[in-house]
C-alpha cells in the first residue's frame, strides 16, 4: 500500500533519521539505569520500604514476639497524655538542642574566622581540627568524655590545681551531666568550620578594603559585611545541626550506661525510643516514637526555611 502524504505528515511513519537517534538514547537510559539500581534498590528496600512498615506498626501493639496487633491511636494518645519520659525526654533533647546547636555554629564561626587571616600551614591546622568531627560520635570518645568529667578526672584535677576547687562528679549530678554532653557536641565543630570558611573565601576582598577606607573597625566589619554575606551559609549549618543533634545517641547511651540517668537528665529523645523498642520490645510505641521524631524535624526544619526570607540574604537577588 502506498504511503500518502497525510500519512507521513501525521507521523505515521518514522524517519530512518529519527530511529537511528533513538536507539542510541535508549541504549544510555538503560546504562543510567543499570548504575542507578544499586541507589534504587537502597531506597526501596533499606529506607521507603521501613518507614511504611514503621507507619503501619505505629499503630499497632507489637513484642517482635506475636503479630502486631492493630489498635489505632492508642500509641499516641498515651504518648500526649500518660507517658511522663517523654515529656522529660522532648525536655532534655530541646535544652539539648537550644543549648549546643548556637554554641558549636558560635566555635566553628571563630576557627574558621581564624583560619581565614592566611595562616601558614593552613591545610595542617584544618585537618586537625576536623578531625575532633571525625572523632565525636564514637563509642570510644564517649568513654573518654566520661572518665574527663568523673569525680576524679581531668577536669576536676585541673580545676583543683587552678583555683583549688573541689568539683562534683559533672557526669553523675543532674544539675551539670547535660553540659558535657553539649560541650562534647561542641567540641565536634570541624564540619561547620570547613563550610564557614568555604563561604569566608568567597566574600569579597574589595569590600573589607572600602569599609576600612571610611573608618570601620573589625567588630563593624564583621556585623555589616561578613555576617550578611555569610547568611547563606550560617542557614545550611544551622539546618544541618539542628537536624543531627535531634538525632544525637551515642554520647548520651555511653555517658549514662543506656538509662538516660541521673533522673532522666540525659534522656536524649533518641534514647528513649532506644529504651522503649530494644529493652521493653515495646516496637509499635517506638516506631510511634520516631515518627513524632519526624514531625518535629520536619517542623524545626520549616520554621528555618520560612524565616529564613528575613534574614539570609544571596548575592544574585535583586
Known sequence: MATTRQDVSA???????????????????GAAYMFLSPWLAGLFLLTLGPTLVSLYLS??????????????????ERM????????????????????????????????ALVLDKGL????????????????????????????IFAYDGLVNEVLAMAIGFDGPSWISNPNYSIYTLVILRAWQF??????????????????????????????????????PLLA???FFNLVLQTIDAFKAFTPAFIISGGTGGPIDSTLFYTLYLYQEAFAYFRMGYASALAWVLLVIIAVFTAIYFLTSRYWVYYQDER
Not at 537517534?21 to 535508549?26: A, E, G, Q, S, T
Open 11 to 29: 507521523g505515521r511513519i518514522a524517519r530512518p533519521a529519527e530511529t537511528a537517534r533513538r536507539k542510541p538514547i535508549d541504549r544510555q537510559d
Open 59 to 76: 499503630f499497632t501493639q507489637f513484642d517482635l514476639l506475636q503479630a502486631p496487633r492493630w489498635n489505632g491511636l492508642a500509641n499516641y
Open 80 to 111: 500526649f497524655t500518660e507517658d511522663q519520659r517523654f515529656r522529660n525526654a522532648l525536655s532534655v533533647t530541646f535544652w539539648y538542642v537550644g543549648l549546643s546547636v548556637p554554641l558549636k555554629l558560635a566555635v566553628a564561626l571563630a576557627i
Open 120 to 147: 601558614r600551614g593552613l591545610t595542617l591546622y584544618r585537618a586537625l581540627l576536623y578531625l575532633p568531627s571525625l572523632l565525636g560520635g564514637s563509642v570510644a570518645i564517649a568513654f573518654l568524655w566520661r572518665r
Open 190 to 227: 570541624g564540619s561547620p568550620m570547613i563550610i564557614f570558611l568555604a563561604g569566608l573565601r568567597q566574600i569579597p576582598q574589595d569590600l573589607y578594603e572600602a569599609a576600612a577606607i571610611d573608618g570601620a573597625g573589625p567588630v563593624t566589619q564583621f556585623f555589616r559585611i561578613t555576617l
Open 232 to 234: 547563606p551559609v550560617v
